[in-house]
């Protein structure tokens, strides 16, 4: 069973930076996407940045320039390093592969304070 599990919870202000990180106990090479999404308070899961198996990547229009997506293939390790945070990033954040199907991690809480 594919497993991804997500760190990096954290408070900041307006303007601070935080990186999360997701853990795969798979090769992250043998994913052909795996990306960050947000859900925010009522609303839907939504895709903030991803990473294509060849590396390509791609950001919802309201983080281009702030988030970056990266991975770390020797560790397994996919990261979203979020700078110029602003209180509407604030949500969970889920990592999901992609291989044969979907695997979720269990999310975690980023609050950004204004």
């Known amino acids: 069973q594919v497993q991804l599990v997500e760190s990096g919870v954290g408070l900041v202000q307006a303007g601070g930076s935080l990186r999360l990180s997701c853990a795969a106990s798979?090769?992250?090479?043998?994913?052909?996407?795996i990306g960050w999404y947000q859900q925010a308070p009522g609303k839907q899961r939504e895709l903030v940045a991803g990473?294509?198996?060849?590396?390509?990547?791609n950001y919802l229009d309201s983080v281009k320039g702030r988030f970056t997506i990266s991975r770390d293939n020797a560790k397994n390790r996919v990261y979203l390093q979020m700078n110029s945070l602003k209180p509407e990033d604030s949500g969970v954040y889920y990592c999901?592969?992609?291989?044969?199907?979907?695997?979720w991690g269990q999310g975690t809480q980023v609050t950004v304070s204004s």
């Open positions: 999901m592969g992609r291989v044969f199907r979907e695997f």
């Open positions: 798979e090769n992250i090479l043998s994913f052909n996407f």
């Open positions: 990473i294509m198996g060849g590396g390509r990547t």
